[in-house]
């Protein structure tokens, strides 16, 4: 996978470029004062440490060992909008909201956006997982700068026709079905990490940062040249849209990736074509 040099780009410009006009409105709005950029805070950390301050930067969120949840100026991200990271100086956010992630880009393994966050600095160092950051912000308020829209696609839930099973009848009562060749009808996607038939497809406004809807099913063997015909990331880095597969179908747990999809799609030779 080839790392999107240019989007962070964009993330940086898309900041200069809008948020002097949002710290103008802050100030106008009956605040304390414009907001600041996170770097001007992390330049100089000694004059803002133990006060009440606002904040703009690129809010970037990731699970896992550890866990990330800071303030930067900017992300970068893959082709395919997966491997969000900070760029530059960051600042540890303690309780940031939940409900704001909801505004902002979600593309499966992480949740960034540009956001206004006031609260409490602090600059005496270890914050956050294994005390590693130098700068944290105790969280009051939060809200996005960027609102990010999102619209979803889904399969009707109806039977197919004869020698077809729909989808939903597959998650129904997929013992029926163990171990048989079937016809059926879903969202494929793909992004080099998770291969599925889906229900449905949520994406952002433009179609980008595609997710699977519902309970996938696991799907391998899609022939490469009816992926072209479907929706494609920049360098190929995602496909989806809809199709109709004809493959084995096997149930009973333990699929694909880290074995945590309950049913298996393997598509035949030629058993693909996009609706």
Known sequence: MIPRPWHAIVLLVVLFGVLPLL???GSQ?????ASLYVQ??????????????TVDGAYVWRPGDPSISVLALGVSTLDNGLDAQPLGDTIWLEGFP???TEHLHRPGDAVYGFVRVRGEFSATG??????????????????PIERVRRVEQRIDDRPLGEGKVSFFELQRHPERYNGQTVTTQGYYFWNG????????IST?????????LGDPIWMEGFPPDQSALLNLGPNNSYVWGAVEVTGVFQTGGGFGKDGAYQ?????????????
Do not use: F, H, W
């Not at 001007?40 to 301050?53: L, S």
């Not at 990490?193 to 449905?200: C, D, F, N, S, T």
């Open 23 to 25: 710290a103008t409105c």
């Open 204 to 212: 952002e406004e433009d179609g980008s940062s595609p997710q699977p």
């Open 98 to 100: 939940a409900e704001v």
């Open 40 to 53: 001007q805070v992390t330049a100089n950390p000694g004059a803002y440490a133990g006060k009440e301050i």
């Open 29 to 33: 709005s009956g605040g304390s004062g």
């Open 126 to 143: 270890g914050y956050g997982p294994g005390g590693q950051y130098q700068y944290q912000l105790n969280v009051k308020s939060a809200e």
């Open 193 to 200: 990490v998770i291969y599925v038939l889906a229900e449905g």
């Open 263 to 275: 049913s298996l799609l393997v598509v035949n030779p030629n058993g693909a074509r996009p609706l």
